[in-house]
């Protein structure tokens, strides 16, 4: 079975310029959840989605952020426009949507902000 | 504030030795914690989980044993082989539904 897939793996862009980050989760998983990850330090929820419902934004910076999950599987991040602080892995992960279920994680997008 | 965290941020284990990895919690409403491993240009990877009414969880190679009285969760690997060699996170579920906060991790090398 195919985990979680991301798209890009990596990612320089230079500062103020817009960034698309792509995720497939795993088939069947209703919930899918997007992580910034700084080096050293653990993933921090961004946002969780169940099913096309976007659940839990609160950690999500709305001036500069946006995510979608149009038909409640693929989803996509973006930033417009990035900004230094922004470098950072971005990952994804899904699961099946029950409380304590475990979350699947892909490899992530590397992305540096120049 | 609360937070998950870890009380070293390194460790090194001869290959074949027990290892421990040790995770303090200070949110007692938390019920649910996962250990999570992460190699290098990988995304975490679940290794074990355990529940707030257990006090210990075996699975192939390591054991996650929790202490409610003082808070304290730790992640016992047996027999460390090369490939364990990773940073592991611990990660609590402080009872809001699928919301888990991570620790900052600890770099664990395996000396061959």
């Known amino acids: 079975e195919a985990g979680v897939v991301q798209s890009p793996r990596y990612k320089i862009i230079e500062k103020k310029q817009p960034v698309a980050f792509w995720c497939n989760p795993i088939s069947g998983h209703n919930t899918l959840y997007w992580y910034l990850q700084n080096l050293g330090q653990g993933p921090e929820l961004l946002i969780r989605?169940?099913?096309?419902?976007?659940?839990?934004d609160s950690q999500l910076p709305k001036d500069r952020f946006s995510a979608e999950r149009l038909k409640g599987v693929d989803s996509t991040l973006k930033i417009q426009p990035a900004e230094l602080g922004d470098s950072a892995v971005y990952l994804c992960?899904?699961?099946?949507?029950?409380?304590?279920?475990?979350?699947?994680f892909g490899p992530g997008t590397r992305l540096t902000v120049l | 504030g609360e937070s998950v965290g870890l009380h070293l941020p390194t460790l090194s284990v001869q290959e074949g030795d027990n290892s421990i990895i040790n995770c303090a919690y200070s949110n007692s409403a938390s019920d649910y914690f996962i250990w999570y491993k992460q190699e290098s240009g990988k995304g975490p990877q679940f290794i074990i989980d355990i529940r707030s009414n257990m006090d210990k969880r075996q699975g192939q190679r390591v054991t996650v044993l929790l202490n409610k009285t003082v808070k304290h969760l730790s992640l016992q690997i047996a027999a460390t082989q090369p490939g364990d060699s990773a940073v592991y996170f611990c990660a609590e579920n402080r009872g809001e539904r699928e919301k888990l906060t991570f620790g900052t991790g600890t770099r664990l090398t395996i000396i061959p």
């Open positions: 989605y169940e099913n096309e419902e976007a659940v839990d």
């Open positions: 992960a899904s699961s099946f949507g029950q409380e304590t279920d475990t979350q699947y």
